[in-house]
């Protein structure tokens, strides 16, 4: 039977690899495409939700992390190093198990979720929490590899960007051209960077590392419109913010990496970046798990928040294809779900283990 490659065999011919590259790969990409049933009949366009949770690590961070960590390898490295909020140091830590090589890890003190946290310390990180935030980390992370014999996986490293737009491409082939919008959630700003180079590479002659040209395979790119945190927008207020807050901890971020490439994909695709609250974020969150059978993190819903908002500002067309990023798996940061609008814990309902009770329960009356 078929199976799924991952990003670097399925997209070869699009990135910087050559036959002789060993791949380090978990089987990442591939991911899920699926109608959103309850903001398509909202908005009167047909919205999609690619649903990076499905990675091997659940998220997003593993299409980047084979290409990186692959790049890692070729290059001889015996030690990567990242900072994180906590989704690319789960991603690090299992492909360079892969990789058999040495990984390092730099989060801010008790700003990760559990989950994350978990998933780096089982797969033998070293983990170092950092008394500081994400900003910290990565000036941190990028001074020791300058000075130390440590490979840097974080997004600053161009090998991230190559595996993250394949994204881009599975869209256009599911769909069989690029969407007219495309929303995401925005933090260090390398996955919005990374979705506008594809689609930019899709829609246009493509030459590859082999000196070959490929044909276009969309006729247009879409509208990209990122949204970041409220606490921790950055792109939107113009500045960096030197004390970024938000529950969505993945986003929390003041001085993105990918800062001038994110302004352009804005400006380039005639996009927007703009910013969605706490709650904002929260209501999507619950929108997707209530309404369409998605779990993901909080931050992951920053897109569906976005659209949300813009949709009741009357700022999203009726008629359109739109695709949203969900970045991130719910059971990443669960703990959201057990709480409900109003902020109160959710307390399950507890029985005794007769038919009787169970089914007054549930509120069932006994067929006639
Ligand atoms: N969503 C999730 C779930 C994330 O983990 C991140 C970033 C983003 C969105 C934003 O993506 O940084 O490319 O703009 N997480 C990084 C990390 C910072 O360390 O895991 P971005």
């Given at each position: 039977a078929?199976?799924?490659?991952?990003?670097?065999?399925e997209y070869?011919?699009?990135?910087?690899?050559?036959?002789?590259?060993?791949?380090?790969t978990?089987?990442e990409g591939?991911?899920?495409?699926?109608?959103?049933?309850?903001?398509?009949?909202?908005?009167?366009?047909?919205?999609?939700?690619?649903?990076?949770?499905?990675n091997?690590?659940?998220?997003?961070?593993d299409?980047?992390?084979?290409?990186?960590?692959?790049?890692?390898?070729?290059?001889?490295?015996?030690?990567?190093?990242?900072?994180?909020?906590?989704?690319?140091?789960?991603?690090?830590?299992?492909?360079?198990?892969?990789?058999?090589?040495t990984?390092a890890?730099?989060?801010?003190?008790?700003?990760?979720?559990?989950?994350?946290?978990?998933?780096?310390?089982?797969?033998?990180?070293?983990?170092?929490?950092?008394?500081?935030?994400?900003?910290?980390?990565?000036e941190?992370?990028r001074?020791?590899?300058?000075?130390?014999?440590?490979?840097?996986?974080?997004?600053?490293?161009?090998?991230?960007?190559?595996?993250?737009?394949?994204?881009?491409f599975?869209?256009?082939?599911?769909?069989?051209?690029?969407?007219?919008?495309?929303?995401?959630?925005?933090g260090?700003?390398?996955?919005?960077?990374?979705?506008?180079?594809?689609?930019?590479?899709?829609?246009?002659?493509?030459?590859?590392v082999?000196?070959e040209?490929?044909?276009?395979?969309?006729?247009?790119?879409?509208?990209?419109?990122?949204?970041?945190?409220?606490?921790?927008?950055?792109?939107?207020?113009?500045?960096?913010?030197?004390?970024?807050?938000?529950i969505?901890?993945?986003i929390?971020?003041?001085n993105?990496?990918?800062?001038?490439?994110?302004?352009?994909?804005?400006?380039?695709s005639?996009?927007?970046?703009?910013?969605?609250t706490?709650?904002?974020?929260?209501?999507?969150?619950?929108?997707?798990?209530?309404?369409?059978?998605?779990?993901?993190?909080?931050?992951?819903?920053?897109?569906?928040a976005?659209?949300?908002?813009?949709?009741?500002?009357?700022?999203?067309?009726?008629?359109?294809?739109?695709?949203?990023?969900?970045?991130?798996?719910?059971?990443k940061?669960p703990?959201?779900?057990?709480?409900?609008?109003?902020?109160?814990?959710?307390?399950?309902?507890k029985v005794?283990?007769?038919?009787v009770?169970v089914?007054?329960?549930?509120?069932?009356?006994?067929?006639?």
């Amino acid at each position: 039977a078929h199976q799924w490659r991952g990003v670097i065999r399925e997209y070869a011919e699009r990135l910087p690899v050559t036959d002789s590259t060993e791949i380090i790969t978990l089987g990442e990409g591939g991911t899920p495409l699926v109608r959103a049933k309850a903001l398509s009949e909202l908005t009167g366009s047909e919205v999609y939700l690619k649903v990076e949770g499905m990675n091997p690590t659940g998220s997003f961070k593993d299409r980047g992390m084979t290409m990186a960590m692959t790049a890692a390898v070729e290059s001889g490295a015996k030690a990567v190093v990242c900072a994180s909020t906590g989704n690319t140091s789960a991603s690090a830590a299992a492909y360079a198990t892969q990789a058999g090589i040495t990984c390092a890890v730099l989060v801010p003190d008790g700003k990760i979720s559990m989950g994350k946290l978990s998933q780096a310390i089982a797969h033998g990180a070293q983990l170092l929490q950092v008394r500081g935030n994400f900003d910290n980390c990565l000036e941190v992370a990028r001074k020791l590899a300058e000075a130390y014999p440590v490979f840097l996986v974080n997004s600053v490293n161009p090998a991230r960007i190559e595996g993250q737009k394949t994204a881009s491409f599975e869209v256009v082939d599911y769909l069989g051209d690029a969407p007219d919008y495309h929303l995401l959630p925005v933090g260090n700003a390398g996955n919005i960077t990374a979705y506008w180079k594809g689609y930019k590479e899709y829609s246009a002659p493509y030459t590859n590392v082999t000196g070959e040209e490929l044909a276009p395979v969309a006729t247009k790119t879409p509208h990209m419109w990122g949204f970041q945190a409220e606490g921790a927008s950055p792109l939107v207020k113009g500045h960096p913010v030197t004390d970024p807050d938000t529950i969505a901890t993945a986003i929390r971020i003041g001085n993105p990496a990918s800062w001038d490439a994110a302004i352009a994909a804005r400006d380039e695709s005639g996009g927007l970046i703009e910013a969605v609250t706490d709650t904002e974020i929260l209501d999507a969150h619950r929108w997707l798990s209530s309404r369409e059978g998605v779990f993901v993190e909080p931050a992951s819903a920053a897109g569906v928040a976005g659209l949300l908002k813009k949709h009741a500002a009357g700022e999203v067309p009726a008629g359109k294809t739109i695709v949203i990023t969900v970045t991130g798996h719910g059971l990443k940061d669960p703990q959201w779900a057990l709480r409900t609008a109003d902020g109160s814990d959710v307390e399950p309902t507890k029985v005794d283990f007769d038919v009787v009770s169970v089914a007054a329960a549930l509120g069932l009356e006994a067929a006639p």
